[in-house]
């Protein structure tokens, strides 16, 4: 059995002091709840307070990005042993913020999966097609090239530790969220290509989130469907009340 997994994806938003506020009021609401498993993902500047605040709880810290190399003259730029002393446990990777913004292709995203293995840091990794896409019909090849470049080389044991994210770009920050028979059929492919490439079993255990205007009202639905095991949260996190209804729906 899959453990459903909820991330919030605070993006650049909170100062550290906004940030207290927020995982102290997730806190109190959800320090008793080991499943489903539940993750905070910060800006960069919080996730050290965020971390204390969390502290002792089953809540876990993630970052929403991340550099490859282990130090040197990256200027501006954060390392896997960096957020691993910080307590973090994954890293989001291949957003389609830092692909379509920050010009991340599925080759950096690859190179950031494997330090994030190697590291001992686990990836949420996201794939997804543009609403062009999806209206030329060809939201499955799409996503079966994301995921297949950006998951290249990787062993079917380290598959087991990533978390692949499931985000349509149409409905993120849209308040459109895809229905859940459209995500359902999406994740089924996705788990499909799992088992193309790892095997059956890997297919069967690594869990696939959605992504995209997730909220208090359509959580249960999608959550519903067979294989999506949990949700990649942005604007809905940002506020306790919303996110703990979809980490309790
Ligand atoms: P949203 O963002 O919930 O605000 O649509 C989701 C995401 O980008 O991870």
Redesign the pocket.
Known sequence: MRKRIIAG?W?MNETIDESVALASAIKSSLFEIDDPEVVLCPPFTSIARVGEIIYGTAIELGAQNMYWEQSGAYTGEISPPMLKALGCRYVILG???RRGLFGETDAVVNRKIKACLENGLSPIV?VGETLEKREAGVTREIVSKQFTRSLAGISGEDIKRCVI?Y?PIW????GRTATPVQAQEVHAFIRSLIAESFGREAADEVRIQY????NPDNAGGILSQPDIDGA??????LKAESFCRIVLS
Do not use: Q, Y
């Open positions: 994806n993006k957003h389609s913020e996201c994210a985000e409905a993120i920050g849209t992504g995209g205007s997730v990649l949260v942005g604007g809905a996190s």
